[in-house]
């Protein structure tokens, strides 16, 4: 149904969607099902991509609308001409900004234009956890803050992110979360062997020194366990040094990255995940849609997803000591009982096909929007801006 806004346009709501087209982690993820929905919805929703790689590939194999504009880098002020005529001549309503690398141009430049469309930022992870220097982490959260102005609203993947933005003095009426979407395939994850396995970056937040410490107890307790770690990082060599001190070089498999996660999926029994923070983890959604029972630590948005004891399993993290040992607890358990593992894995896929759909995201969003132009058009006609 068409909202007050889009009659007032006389069209369907224009939205484009500024990223970094080299980004091949959750932001992908959850953007390319999503940007799918929206248009199956009647939004005119597009992408820009600042600079070329993986994000701007899979959106031509998916046939999406979407520009490549050259970005060397996060600091290349070239771009910056061809974003903003991109803009101006777009006539969007809506530019939601997913990273600091689309952020702070799409902000520097709102900020000296006479526009009408609302500036939305979407907050997929902690800022202060997304790069490993002390002096960048902190260069970016000083220059996030000072922009944030610019900003009509931010969308926060969970609950979690953004009661952390209402501590940092962000206004609720700026707040709206919309939990992320997938597109689960029709096969379900049948593996016989006992292998429980994670995907992930692996970078310090997502701390796989801990699944490896778990390991090294469950290959104590469980005969013919195994390992298998999916995805790339910087801390791909010292995990594996990590993981040949503990004595656990024959049954740990350190695959790289994972082009396509199904099939890897549908290797594991269970599926672990072990960070220090997280949004709400398209990894974690993508395992329970095939049935995977989870045990993950509980932090971020992880509580909004997974019920303990009844789709998945909660481990805190107050004592490393003690969450090594309820991780090897938890996943020892769903290793030694199929039908334990089935009852959890029903209710996981369940949850998942409920509220974490494209559709659903969807529908979310575009309510979201429609309330965000609403208040920005008010605001244009009362001469606020």
Known sequence: MSSRSEKALGRPLRVAH???????????????????????????????????GGLADAAAEKELPCDVLAMRSPWDVR?????????????WDVVPTHGMRANLPVRALAGVMRRRFALLTTVHSELALDYPGVVQSRMYGFLDRMSAGAVDGF???????AAKLVARGIPESRIQVVHPGIEPPDEMATATDPVVGTVARLVAVKDIGLLLSAARLLRERVPGFRLVVAGDGPERAALEREAEGLGLGPVVEFLGTALDVWPVL?????YALTSASEGVPLSVLEAMSVGLPVVATAVGGLPEIISDGVNGYLVGRDSREIAVE??????????ADPGLRARIGVAARERVMEAFTPA?????????????????????????W
């Open 155 to 161: 969308f926060c993947v969970s609950e979690d992110f």
């Open 79 to 91: 771009v910056l001409p061809g974003l903003r005529r991109r803009i101006v001549t777009g006539s």
């Open 18 to 52: 500024v990223i970094g087209g080299g980004d091949t982690g959750g932001a992908m993820s959850y953007l390319l099902p999503l940007i799918t929905a929206l248009r199956a919805h009647g939004c005119d929703a597009r992408l820009i991509c600042l600079g070329a």
């Open 360 to 384: 659903a995201a969807a529908k979310t969003t575009m309510r979201c929007y429609r309330r965000t132009v609403a208040a920005r058009t008010d605001r244009h006609d009362r001469g606020e």
């Open 266 to 270: 549908r290797r594991f029994q269970v």
């Open 326 to 335: 309820r991780l090897a607890e938890r996943i020892g358990a769903l290793l």
